[in-house]
């Protein structure tokens, strides 16, 4: 079992910046994908980034390429989100998730954290 936690989230200006942690607890293989998602009021749960735990490989949404992150510490079991250069629209509450396959599909992830709230104010 699996169990993740969030930190780090909170309210800011547009242009400012925030970096989410995700504490994970339990055994996690280094064949494992960690992943950042994000859900607005009103809308679906849309992927962020990913990041293969034991290449270091990752992967952006196109919404967030250039300003975003993602990194991890596996000798802390730790993963982070930096987030540069907020717009109003990244406005969500993010989520990490651990799970076995390279996907921007919240199916393919069967471990997830309560979430963290981030607001951007305009």
């Known amino acids: 079992q699996v169990q993740l936690a969030e930190s780090g989230g909170g309210a800011v200006q547009a242009g400012g910046l925030l970096r989410l942690s995700c504490a994970a607890s339990?055994?996690?293989?280094?064949?494992?994908?960690m992943a950042w998602f994000r859900q607005a009021p009103g809308k679906e749960r849309e992927f962020v980034a990913l990041?293969?735990?034991?290449?270091?490989?990752?992967l952006y949404a196109d919404s967030v390429k250039g300003r975003f992150a993602i990194s991890r510490d596996n000798a802390n079991n730790m993963l982070y989100l930096h987030m540069n250069a907020l717009k109003p629209e990244d406005t969500a509450v993010y989520y990490c998730a651990v799970g076995p396959e390279y996907s921007n599909t919240p199916p393919s992830y069967r471990y997830w954290g309560q979430g963290t709230q981030v607001t951007v104010a305009s």
């Open positions: 990041i293969r735990r034991g290449s270091g490989t990752s």
């Open positions: 339990g055994r996690i293989f280094s064949s494992a994908v």
